[in-house]
């Protein structure tokens, strides 16, 4: 099986396409203000750019990419957490 290249090879072309597209989708839905999604736009269009050079740098930037945008609250796929906001945390001591 180790023949396969999709087991051996993360940054194929193909999955780094459909991870860009993915992104694209998650940033267009992001709720945040029109200059913070203009931003976060033009990042996504740099790593578009690398994609052409350099699949595995462009994979790498990518990753970071969906990284910061999982961090980001009110993003719709981002991670779940078990406390919808911080207001119904309680507080410490």
Do not use: W
């Not at 462009?58 to 991670?79: E, I, K, M, Q, Y």
């Amino acid at each position: 099986m180790a023949a396969d290249n999709r087991l051996t090879d993360s940054a194929s072309p193909e999955e780094l396409a459909r991870r860009l597209r993915d992104a694209h989708r998650r940033v267009r839905a992001l709720a945040v203000s029109p200059a913070e999604r203009a931003r976060f736009a033009r990042r996504l269009l740099a790593i578009c750019e690398v994609s052409k050079r350099d699949i595995p740098h462009a994979a790498t930037r990518l990753s970071a990419f969906l990284n910061d945008l999982d961090a980001l609250p009110g993003d719709p796929d981002g991670p779940e957490y078990d406390t919808p906001s911080r207001q119904n945390i309680a507080s410490g001591d």
